[in-house]
């Protein structure tokens, strides 16, 4: 479980975020939603860490995250897992390197026991033989893959997703969501997921948290979003559709044959 109370985050003496309250439960797909600029990424980086909140607290399972000292921090960044948007391989590395590296750094594996949990992770992401490969020889959709391998490579309590579809055609992001859910359901992780892609808001979205200029202005699930009474939420969900659309006509730089 976590919990952000009255979480505040200025920039330049301006509230990034103001004032938002959630719960996020275990084995449940949650998702942060809004447009560019709404304050969500802030938010996630708030309650993870990379951002020190100005005012509120964030606990994971009943602890105070953002009260501790460095290393109870570390403790508790050790039980999560990030998937970045664009997946944030590193470029020099292999798969099996880019997925060991939380593993070299946090856990006192053995160099055999490191190897069978990359293997593992990766069968389970759906890849295999691909260990000496680096991201330039993957498609957009495994190196996704191999992003999901590394933030679950430690077994994670707790996973983060910045934008995961982010420059995946419509087919890869549905796998995309899929597996993280599959992911989420299949360990009981507390999954919190960034996204503006309204078609995994209705795939996968346990409970739905809109963010309209760094306020929370609704929350439901993905069964009560369409008929929810909110104008702001209105125009984002119908300014969503629109964008897929256009997407899915023009994705590939000419209007589609249909």
């Known amino acids: 479980m976590i919990t952000v109370s009255h979480l505040t985050k200025y920039f330049d003496g301006k509230p990034a975020v103001r004032d938002v309250?959630?719960?996020?439960?275990?084995?449940?797909?949650?998702l942060v939603i809004g447009s560019s600029g709404s304050g969500k990424t802030v938010l996630l980086k708030s309650i993870v860490g990379l951002l020190e909140p100005d005012e509120g607290e964030v606990a994971f399972d009943g602890t105070v995250f953002n009260r501790l000292?460095?290393?109870e921090k570390k403790k508790i960044r050790s039980r999560i897992g990030m998937l970045f948007q664009g997946s944030a391989l590193f470029d020099f590395a292999t798969a099996q390197e880019n997925v060991m590296f939380p593993l070299d750094f946090f856990s006192d594996m053995s160099r055999k026991e490191k190897l069978e949990r990359v293997n593992f992770c990766l069968r389970r992401v759906g890849l295999e033989n691909i260990n000496d490969k680096y991201p330039s020889?993957?498609?957009?959709?495994?190196?996704?893959?191999?992003?999901?391998?590394?933030?679950?490579?430690?077994?994670?309590?707790?996973?983060?997703c910045d934008e995961p579809n982010s420059g995946l055609d419509p087919q890869t992001s549905v796998m995309i969501d899929q597996l993280i859910r599959e992911i989420t359901v299949e360990y009981g992780i507390t999954t919190v997921?960034?996204?503006?892609?309204?078609?995994?808001?209705?795939?996968?979205?346990?409970?739905?948290?809109?963010?309209?200029?760094?306020?929370k202005r609704?929350?439901?699930s993905r069964h009560d979003i369409l008929s929810a009474d909110n104008k702001e939420l209105e125009e984002f969900?119908?300014?969503?559709?629109?964008?897929?659309?256009?997407?899915?006509?023009?994705?590939?730089?000419?209007?589609?044959?249909?």
Request: proline share 5%; with cysteine; charged share 25%.
């Open 21 to 30: 309250s959630v719960e996020y439960g275990p084995g449940e797909c949650s």
């Open 69 to 71: 000292p460095f290393e």
């Open 137 to 160: 020889e993957l498609s957009g959709g495994m190196q996704k893959r191999v992003g999901i391998a590394r933030a679950i490579a430690l077994n994670p309590r707790y996973l983060f």
């Open 193 to 215: 997921i960034n996204t503006h892609d309204m078609n995994s808001v209705m795939e996968i979205g346990d409970k739905v948290v809109f963010i309209y200029n760094g306020e």
């Open 218 to 220: 609704w929350e439901g």
């Open 237 to 258: 969900i119908f300014a969503s559709r629109m964008a897929r659309e256009l997407r899915l006509r023009y994705g590939n730089g000419s209007p589609s044959r249909d």
